[in-house]
T-cell receptor, first 115, second 113 residues
C-alpha cells in the first residue's frame, strides 16, 4: 500500500519557467511533509518542508503548497534553472513518536530543466 | 562541516559473502536510519536506532542486521547477500525531537556478483 504517491515519474521544463511537482498521500495521520532533492550518486538533500498547520511555505525559488482536505501537496520551483535537474522525492511523517519515527517517501519525479 | 559519511561509496561482494556497510555522523543526532533504495524507487526504511533502541521494520529480511556501537557510528550487516540485495544503501540521521527532518549520507552502492 503506497501511502505517498508521486504520479508523474518525470517532468521536462524550459529554463526560466515554473516547475510544478505533485504528491498525494492517503494516511490522515501524516502531519509533516518534506521535499528532498537527489542528484545521481548522492544521497537525498532536504529542500523544504511544511507542517499541516500551514497551507504554504516559501523559501526563495521554492514554494510548497498543502491541501489537507485533498491530501495533496505540490512543490513549485520558479524560475527553474538547469541546476534544478534532479530527482525530487516527496516525504511525509506522522510526528508523534508512537507513529514510529518514520519518513514515508514517494517514488520520485525526475525533473529535467532545459537551457 | 557537520555531515553524514558513508564508506565505502561503492561495494562489490559475492553472492552469499557477508558484507558490512558503515555510516558515521558528526551531527550528534541521536537517531540513525538505514534505507534501501533500488533504481527508480522510493527509499525503503530497513531499521533505525533511537539512541540505543533498535527498531526493525516488519518487512526487513532477517538477512539484514545493524549495530550501533556509539552515537557516531552505525553499521549495516548483510549476512548472506543475494542478487536481489543489490541496491543503494542510504544512512540518515535526525534529532530525536525532529525525526521528520532527516539528513542523508551519499549512500553506498552495493553490487552482488
Amino acid at each position: 500500500d503506497q501511502q505517498v504517491k508521486q504520479n508523474s515519474p518525470s517532468l521536462s521544463v524550459q529554463e526560466g519557467r515554473i516547475s510544478i511537482l505533485n504528491c498525494d498521500y492517503t494516511n490522515s495521520m501524516f502531519d509533516y511533509f518534506l521535499w528532498y532533492k537527489k542528484y545521481p550518486a548522492e544521497g537525498p538533500t532536504f529542500l523544504i518542508s511544511i507542517s499541516s498547520i500551514k497551507d504554504k511555505n516559501e523559501d526563495g525559488r521554492f514554494t510548497v503548497f498543502l491541501n489537507k482536505s485533498a491530501k495533496h501537496l505540490s512543490l513549485h520551483i520558479v524560475p527553474s534553472q538547469p541546476g534544478d535537474s534532479a530527482v525530487y522525492f516527496c516525504a511525509a511523517s506522522a510526528t508523534l513518536r508512537a507513529a514510529g519515527n518514520k519518513l514515508t517517501f514517494g517514488g520520485g519525479t525526475r525533473v529535467l530543466v532545459k537551457p | 562541516d557537520a555531515m553524514v559519511i558513508q564508506n565505502p561509496r561503492y561495494q562489490v561482494t559475492q553472492f552469499g559473502k557477508p558484507v558490512t556497510l558503515s555510516c558515521s555522523q558528526t551531527l550528534n543526532h541521536n537517531v540513525m536510519y538505514w534505507y534501501q533504495q533500488k533504481s527508480s524507487q522510493a527509499p525503503k526504511l530497513l531499521f533505525h536506532y533511537y539512541d540505543k533502541d533498535f527498531n526493525n521494520e516488519a518487512d526487513t529480511p532477517d538477512n539484514f542486521q545493524s549495530r550501533r556501537p556509539n552515537t557516531s557510528f552505525c553499521f549495516l550487516d548483510i549476512r548472506s547477500p543475494g542478487l536481489g540485495d543489490a541496491a543503494m544503501y542510504l544512512c540518515a540521521t535526525s534529532r530525536g525531537d525532529r525525526v521528520y527532518e532527516q539528513y542523508f549520507g551519499p549512500g553506498t552502492r552495493l553490487t552482488v556478483t
